[in-house]
């Protein structure tokens, strides 16, 4: 009895130290997939966090390439400036300063040889005379030279800031426009040829305009007559006509002109515990006013209206809208929570009294919401289709 006593024992060890192995092995195995887990979530942490920095570097560049456009159009403003002045400085009606100078200095030599009696005061008028004309061409020279310096000095700065680093600098203002002084000649030059050139083209260009102004001219009067031969032909038919419009309205069977409206709304609504009317800050048209407390349209008479409501879900939360008329639910939006925004939209046409009042309601819940921000994503529209007069349209 003693072995197998002694080997029953055996077993037992063997099979408790396989249990408890099993159970380590499993333990093992489940830390390695904790672990795994948290690496993986950091990895994700990671990408996240560098998808939110590649945004940030994006907004950066457009924001410098927009500031680059701007300096662009800036420059290209001062060097259109500066070709201006030099053409201007550069050209003389009649004759030229040079010409001018001769002149005055000529007339003043031919007093001075003449006038014997006083001939120091005649030399001292024309050194005068030479002092001053030198003195306006350097004074001239000294100006348009200081302006050039001035805009080198802008462009080194502009070129060398940070926002443009990527640009290629220019070492000075004269390398970048070059030497102008063969163009201005060549512009006095042909000045008076391209005026001429270019009145003839206008006159052409203008010619052909008129051309073909006239003939848009004679195709919409065909089509008004056209349209004027329908309209007399229809003035028979069945059916319900238009009246001539008073106060505002077109009476009868037919559209009230001055009851439209638009609203918008440019942030987020979250749900409650209790029902919410959803009211538009910006209200983008009101023609006639009957949108109230931008939140409720009342009927100025009645009539058929047609109402449209456009939302945007929360990330994560549903949406539950209904349209309201006096209280009772007409129509409605749901949409089940997502992690991304979702678009939802809807229309009715409705008869409505006079006084009858519409709204849009948001479902009492926590977990209801509403995004909307300055591109203005929510909008509530509806405008009259047909009045009511005496129960008929």
Not at 206 to 228: P, Y
């Amino acid at each position: 009895m003693a072995p197998i006593n002694t080997l029953v024992i055996v077993i037992l060890v063997i099979g408790v130290s396989k249990t408890f192995s099993s159970e380590s092995l499993q333990l093992q195995l489940l830390e390695k997939h904790q672990t795994l887990l948290i690496n993986l979530q950091n990895d994700y942490d990671i990408l996240m966090q560098r998808q939110v920095d590649m945004k940030k570097v994006i907004a950066e560049v457009v924001r410098a390439n927009t500031k680059l456009q701007l300096i662009n159009e800036e420059l290209e403003g001062k060097l259109t400036n500066i070709e201006t002045f030099l053409r201007e400085s550069t050209q003389h009606e009649g004759s030229s300063f040079a010409e001018d100078s001769g002149n005055i200095a000529a007339e003043l030599v031919g007093k001075y040889k003449g006038n014997r009696d006083d001939p120091e005061e005649c030399k001292e008028r024309l050194d005068a005379v030479q002092t001053i004309l030198l003195d306006d061409k350097q004074n001239a020279i000294n100006e348009l030279t200081n302006i050039l310096e001035s805009y080198e000095v802008y462009f080194k700065r502009v070129c060398s800031s940070p926002a443009l680093k990527y640009l290629k600098k220019i070492p000075s203002l004269s390398e970048f426009i070059g030497n102008r002084e063969e163009e201005i000649i060549e512009y006095k030059r042909n000045s008076a040829d391209k005026r001429k050139e270019d009145a003839s083209s206008n006159y052409d260009s203008k010619l052909s305009s008129f051309s073909k102004l006239d003939g848009d001219v004679k195709t919409l009067e065909s089509r008004l007559d056209a349209l004027e031969t329908n309209s007399k032909s229809t003035d028979d038919l069945p059916g319900p006509k238009l009246k001539e419009k008073q106060n505002g309205i077109i009476s009868g069977n037919s559209v009230t002109g001055n009851s439209v409206f638009s609203a918008a709304r440019t942030n987020v609504l979250n749900g409650e515990n209790y029902e919410q009317t959803v009211t538009f800050d910006q209200v983008i048209t009101n023609l006639g006013g009957n949108l109230n407390s931008n939140s409720t349209f009342v009927a100025p008479v009645a009539g058929y209206y047609f109402f449209s409501f456009t939302l945007r879900t929360q990330d994560d939360k549903f949406l539950a809208v209904q349209l309201m008329q006096n209280g009772d639910h007409k129509t409605a939006i749901y949409s089940e929570k997502s992690d991304r925004n979702v678009m939802e939209s809807q229309s009715i046409v409705l008869e409505l009294a006079m006084g009858d009042r519409v709204w849009l309601r948001l479902g009492p819940s926590l977990q209801y919401g509403i995004y909307s921000d300055g591109f203005c994503y929510c909008t509530f529209n509806g405008f009259i289709l047909s009045e009511i007069n005496n129960g008929s349209f």
